[in-house]
Antibody
C-alpha cells in the first residue's frame, strides 16, 4: 500500500527547533520528490518547499528561507523537515506529500497525490 | 508569487445539486492547476490535476475545466461525502500557491 507515515505531535517553546519525519512505503522512494505543506489552525494550505531524493535538490518558500531544512534518508525511505527558531505563528499541522509529474501532449504537470496524515506542531511558551 | 483566489469562500447546497467552484490566478498558468478535497481533521486529497484530469479513483461526478487564469471545479450531483473544503493550487511556478479554500456545507 502506497502511503506516507509521519511522526507524532510535537510541543515546542518559542526559539526551539522541530524535526518532522515522513516515511514512505509501497513505492520506490527515489522515484518521486517530496513536498511539505503546512496548515495553521482554521486556515488554508501553505507550500513550504520540496526535496528530490534522486539528486538532493531542494527549494524552499522565501518566507521560510534560513529557518527550514529538508533532507532525505534513502535507506529508510524517510524525508525530514526541520524548522528552527520557532515562533507562535509556526503552530500548524505539517504535511508531507508525494509529488507526481505527468507528461502529456498538453505539457508537464506536477501535483501532490499521496499525503501523510499530518503532524501537529504547537509552539507556546 | 502567483495569487490564487477562490470563490465563493463558503457555499451551502443540497444533496443532488449541481455546484461549481471557481479559482482565478493572478497571472496565466496554462493548465497547471490542481484541485484538492479536505475533510475536517484529514489530509488533503488530490481530485483533479492539470486542470481537467481526474485522479485515479475519484468519482466521475467531479470535473475540472479552464486554462490561463480562470478555472472551475464542478460537482454534477452532490453526494453526502462531498461536503468538505476544496482548494485549488497552481503548479506553474514555485512557490506553489493555494487558493484560500471553499467550504461546502449542507443546506
Amino acid at each position: 500500500q502506497v502511503q506516507l507515515v509521519q511522526s507524532g505531535a510535537e510541543v515546542k517553546k518559542p526559539g526551539a527547533s522541530v524535526k518532522v519525519s515522513c516515511t514512505a512505503t509501497g513505492y520506490t522512494f527515489t522515484t518521486y520528490d517530496i513536498t511539505w505543506v503546512r496548515q495553521a489552525p482554521g486556515q488554508g494550505l501553505e507550500w513550504m518547499g520540496w526535496i528530490s531524493d534522486y539528486n538532493g535538490n531542494t527549494e524552499y518558500a522565501q518566507s521560510l528561507q534560513g529557518r527550514v531544512t529538508m533532507t532525505t534518508d534513502t535507506p529508510t525511505s524517510t524525508a525530514h523537515m526541520e524548522l528552527r527558531s520557532l515562533r507562535s505563528d509556526d503552530t500548524a499541522v505539517y504535511y508531507c506529500a508525494r509529488v507526481i509529474v505527468v507528461v502529456s501532449p498538453r505539457g508537464k504537470f506536477d501535483a501532490f497525490d499521496i499525503w501523510g496524515q499530518g503532524t501537529m506542531v504547537s509552539v507556546s511558551s | 508569487d502567483i495569487q490564487m483566489t477562490q470563490s465563493p469562500s463558503s457555499l451551502s447546497a443540497s444533496v443532488g445539486d449541481r455546484v461549481t467552484i471557481t479559482c482565478r490566478a493572478s497571472q496565466p498558468i496554462s493548465s497547471n492547476l490542481n484541485w484538492y478535497q479536505q475533510r475536517p481533521g484529514k489530509a488533503p486529497k488530490l481530485l483533479i490535476y492539470a486542470a481537467s484530469s481526474l485522479q485515479s479513483g475519484v468519482p466521475s461526478r467531479f470535473s475540472g475545466s479552464g486554462s490561463g487564469t480562470d478555472f472551475t471545479l464542478t460537482f454534477s450531483s452532490l453526494q453526502p461525502e462531498d461536503f468538505a473544503s476544496y482548494y485549488c493550487q497552481q503548479s506553474y511556478s514555485t512557490p506553489y500557491t493555494f487558493g484560500q479554500g471553499t467550504k461546502l456545507e449542507i443546506k
